[in-house]
């Protein structure tokens, strides 16, 4: 049933229908609406025999849902930003134990300076612990998302992330679809873990592994990655099946066809952009939009597959790798080895600056003018005039001191 | 008149001149083996000795439904080299810090899927339970979490070389305090009992005990095992290698921290002292610091004696305390319900 | 038929409310809405701004509204700041809160274009009167309703009731009588001297 939600409350009440057993978090705007109507739900009884534990920082809760988890509970946490940075000690171990963990993010940039707004900085920082991370386009991607991460986790045994924009989708309040009981019980079966702290038949959980296997051990983590991403394909055309909605997935594809730019994008910024694509075809541009359903791990070939033949591709970066270029431009590029597509990596929307439809078409048409280059990252929505005066003052002050 | 009788000053010496009922779990040749021989601990780890008699002791409490969490350490490094393990018992280890918080989430877990007779101990050195680990351990008091929490304190970072912890004690030669120049080893601080801080939480069993007297231990493990909600114990375990003690001289050197009343033992009950063990045998503070080379500098050439003096002081506070050295009329007769009476003999 | 809105105001005015509550409207009415705010850190008395999006068709985007059909001005100390209007569309309107007319706003400095309007409504005053304090919010809503027709006054009162339920049924009866009461102001103006034009 359609109901206008905001994003935050649709989420948490998504999350109870999933029935975790335990739910550590600690509060972080913009994360807080959904751990309060958590709250909410546990208090009224509406999320039956759940514990929910108000822990004293992020780093515990990261460390509860470990604990939970591998005594075969189903686990759920959201955090955000500094949280998440907060809990990053806990984050490689609960993949590399295989607990099939499933945390919300709500998107937020990472200080200093300190910033509540949405970017995705956060997530990327958290790129290699090994947590299969999904970034959601709209609300009821947000919803459906997080019913597909508890099959994926416990199918796959690993840890999965549900990225959502910070306020821009958490505290936006728009028509969502919030699968019922009945559904999502028939999606998602109780949680059988693969080993758990069972007295009757004790097994012993994070070993010391030396030179002797790490690698090994390494190895066969980051094949299941590879092979999660099989599953994540299955996990969304059983949703679509079950319940009758497209969302998930490794990569959407819009209009991409003959297009001669390509824009690359992930998060909320998929539905403006949508807009964009519609809007510049109307008018004979050919251009069309990829976006990254799945950041981790990473789709090389269904990115190859859209993009290879493509002359021109801008990708939206909402974080960046300060000493380097981009974070999820790198990544496109890698999926292009020896082809002829230009990629322009382009920096927009960090700390909360919005993604507007406006932009987004300046962009395209300063790309196909030629006004954009490729070789270095391109700030699209940067005051120059700001930087150039600081860089001046800068100068200045070498100046003096020489 | 009566004296005590103690042979080497513990009660296990005593073990087959006790009722059965009062013996010790160790004594029996058919108890638990929660951690087998065969792991890579020094040779005279206290460490190892008392993780033993605490999850033998727990386990049996609980019919062996039990549940380990352990922070990274020595106790995880010597126990389970890959692909070896000493556990006979589940046992979690995830990180160096948070032991407390995941020894909750398994607690939560059990609760929420109505396999709550199977009870949480976790378990960290000092480092895992004053410094890294204190901020998941208070939440786990604050929120009073179903979970014996139990510290064994070597006063350092001796899995990493030996060095300075927040529960060293001043003095102390460590590899971050030697006693170089002007320097008298790590300095005087304020100090950091986890037992009080515990008991500032007001959780509704925390107690101290040492390797010297294995009895008093697996007493207070049993107690807290009876004991529901958040639980702390804290271990005094010498370490040979990180104190310079002869490996051969743990449990004597364990119990000189007590009888110099260094390491006051007792126990506590929502937040209040409800038993202290007393000195049977007062011994000046040089006698435990001797035998042990991280304080070989306050010793040497004309020495420090003011140092010694300021440990001494101490030494005396704790005693006046906790009341350490009189007759303690305050002190419940049934402080210690596990105890066994002390063993007295008629002199003639 | 679109209707994109702005609403300003300050913290404690019920601003990110009044956008979630226009939005409950717009949906109860079969039409696609979207309310996002404009988020800062939570403090009482500082500006606020949040959007709404009305639609027959669903919406896709989720940027913030920079070119509105409708401005709401909560509190009208915000007028003298020029970026309450930025973006107004060319036939626009703006709702302000306040008991002066619109020529008295004008003669204090309000510019509109030549085809925006602008109404006012003492909301803050109705508000006093039916809630016993100066929330303008829902007051404000039943002017909405009144001035442009996008949303009836019936989806309004329904998207009260449905967001104030479990804040007990005195509150709900209250905020609907100011709705109606800001709503019937509106009309009767209306009816009285047509649409106040610049």
Not at chain 2, 79 to 94: D, G, K, M, R
Not at chain 2, 318 to 330: K, T, V
Not at chain 3, 83 to 95: F, H, K, N, Q
Request: net charge negative; glycine share 8%; with cysteine.
């Amino acid at each position: 049933m359609l109901r206008q939600l905001e994003g935050s409350r649709a989420v948490a009440e998504t999350v109870a229908r999933c029935r975790p057993a335990v739910v550590a978090a600690y509060p972080i705007s913009p994360q807080t609406h959904i751990v309060e109507a958590l709250a909410d739900l546990v208090t009224a009884g509406e999320l039956a025999s759940c514990e929910y534990l108000m822990v004293e920082s992020e780093f515990g809760a990261m460390s509860a849902c470990i604990g939970a988890s591998a005594a075969g509970a189903r686990a759920y946490t959201a955090s955000a930003s500094q949280g998440l940075l907060f809990m990053a000690e806990a984050l490689p171990n609960a993949s590399g134990l295989s607990l099939p963990i499933v945390m919300t993010v709500a998107n937020r940039a990472l200080g200093a300076p300190i910033n509540i707004w949405n970017d995705h900085s956060d997530a990327l920082s958290q790129r290699d612990a090994g947590w299969v991370q999904l970034f959601a386009a709209s609300n009821q991607e947000a919803v459906d998302l997080h019913v597909q991460a508890f099959a994926l986790a416990e199918r796959l045994s690993l840890p999965v992330m549900v990225n959502m924009d910070g306020f821009v989708l958490t505290h936006a309040m728009e028509e969502v679809d919030v699968p019922e009981q009945d559904d999502v019980d028939a999606f998602l079966p109780p949680f059988q873990p693969r080993q758990w702290l069972d007295p009757d038949d004790p097994v012993t959980i994070g070993a010391m592994v030396g030179p002797g296997a790490f690698t090994e051990v390494k190895y066969l983590m980051a094949d299941r990655q590879i092979r999660a991403l099989d599953t994540v394909t299955e996990v969304a055309a059983e949703f679509r099946a079950a319940f009758g909605r497209d969302s998930g997935g490794l990569v959407r594809p819009y209009r991409t066809d003959d297009a001669e730019v390509v824009l690359v994008a992930m998060g909320s910024t998929l539905g403006s952009a949508t807009d964009v694509v519609d809007d510049l075809r109307a008018e004979g541009v050919a251009v069309g939009l990829l976006g990254i359903g799945c950041y981790r791990p990473w789709p090389y070939d269904e990115v190859r597959a859209v993009l290879g033949g493509v002359p021109r591709v801008v990708v939206v970066n909402r974080a960046i790798a300060v000493g380097a270029g981009s974070v999820l431009g790198r990544d496109v590029r890698l999926s292009l080895p020896g082809g002829t597509t230009v990629v322009h990596d382009v920096v927009l929307g960090l700390g909360g600056r919005p993604v507007t439809r406006a932009g987004l078409r300046e962009l395209v048409l300063d790309v196909l003018a030629g006004q954009v280059p490729d070789e270095t990252l391109h700030f699209a929505d940067l005051d120059r005039e700001a930087v150039h005066r600081e860089l001046a003052r800068e100068a200045a002050l070498e100046e003096a001191a020489r | 008149m009566t004296t005590t009788l103690y042979q080497i000053g513990t009660f296990a010496a005593g073990n087959r001149l006790l009722a059965p009922e009062q013996r010790a779990v160790q004594s029996s040749t058919e108890r638990g083996n929660a951690i087998t021989s065969g792991h890579r601990a020094c040779r005279g780890c206290g460490e190892a000795l008392a993780a033993r008699v605490v999850l033998d002791a727990a386990s049996r409490a609980s019919s062996g439904r039990m549940v380990t969490v352990n922070a990274t350490g020595c106790l995880e490094v010597f126990s389970t080299p890959y692909p070896e393990s000493a556990w006979q018992v589940p046992w979690l280890h995830s990180l160096f810090g948070n032991a407390a918080a995941v020894a909750s989430g398994v607690s939560a877990a059990l609760r929420a899927t109505g396999r709550d007779d199977i009870r949480v101990v976790a378990q960290a050195g000092d480092g895992g339970t004053v410094d890294i680990g204190m901020g998941c351990l208070s939440g786990m008091f604050e929120r009073n979490d179903d979970v014996l929490f139990v510290c064994y304190d070597n006063q350092g970072y001796m899995n990493t070389g030996v060095q300075r912890s927040g529960a060293t004690p001043p003095a102390a030669s460590t590899a971050t305090t030697r006693p170089v120049g002007t320097s008298v080893g790590n300095a005087f601080g304020t100090g950091k009992s986890l037992p009080l801080i515990a008991m500032a939480h007001e959780i509704p069993y925390v107690a101290t005990a040492t390797v010297a007297d294995l009895h008093d231990l697996e007493a207070k493990v049993v107690t807290a095992m009876s004991m529901h909600g958040a639980r702390y114990i804290h271990v005094l375990v010498p370490c040979p290698l990180g104190w310079g003690s002869a490996s051969a001289e743990t449990i004597r050197v364990a119990r000189l921290a007590v009888q110099s009343g260094l390491f006051p033992v007792f126990e506590a009950r929502e937040g209040a002292v409800t038993a202290a063990m007393t000195i049977r045998a007062q011994v000046p503070v040089e006698d435990y610091l001797r035998p042990q080379t991280r304080f070989d500098h306050l010793f040497r050439g004309d020495g420090r004696p003011d140092v010694v003096a300021a440990l001494q002081e101490r030494a005396d506070r704790n005693i006046a305390r906790f009341g350490l050295l009189a007759e303690q009329p305050d002190n419940p007769p049934d402080g210690r319900p596990q105890d066994p009476a002390p063993l007295e003999k008629e002199t003639p | 038929m679109t209707l994109d809105v702005r609403i300003h105001g300050r913290g404690g005015q019920g601003v990110v409310t009044a956008a979630e509550l226009l939005s409950l409207a717009a949906f109860d009415q079969g039409l696609h809405a979207q309310a996002l705010p404009s988020f800062g850190s939570e403090r009482t008395g500082a500006p606020v701004v949040a959007f709404c999006r009305i639609d027959e068709q669903p919406i896709r985007a989720h940027d913030p509204v920079d070119a509105p059909d409708l401005v709401v001005v909560q509190d009208p100390t915000l007028l003298h700041d020029a970026d309450v209007l930025l973006g107004l569309a060319e036939d626009g309107l703006v709702i302000v809160n306040s008991s002066r007319s619109v020529a008295e706003l004008e003669t204090a400095g309000l510019r509109l274009g030549p085809g925006q309007r602008a109404l006012t409504v003492p909301a803050t005053d109705l508000a006093r009167e039916h809630l016993g304090r100066a929330m303008p919010n829902t007051a404000l809503l039943g002017a909405v309703a009144a001035a442009t027709g996008v949303v009836s006054l019936h989806a309004v009162r329904r998207a009260i009731a449905e967001r104030f339920d479990s804040r007990g049924r005195l509150l709900v009866a209250a905020n609907l009588r100011l709705a109606e009461d800001a709503h019937d102001m509106v009309i009767a103006t209306q009816e009285a001297h047509g649409a106040e034009t610049a």
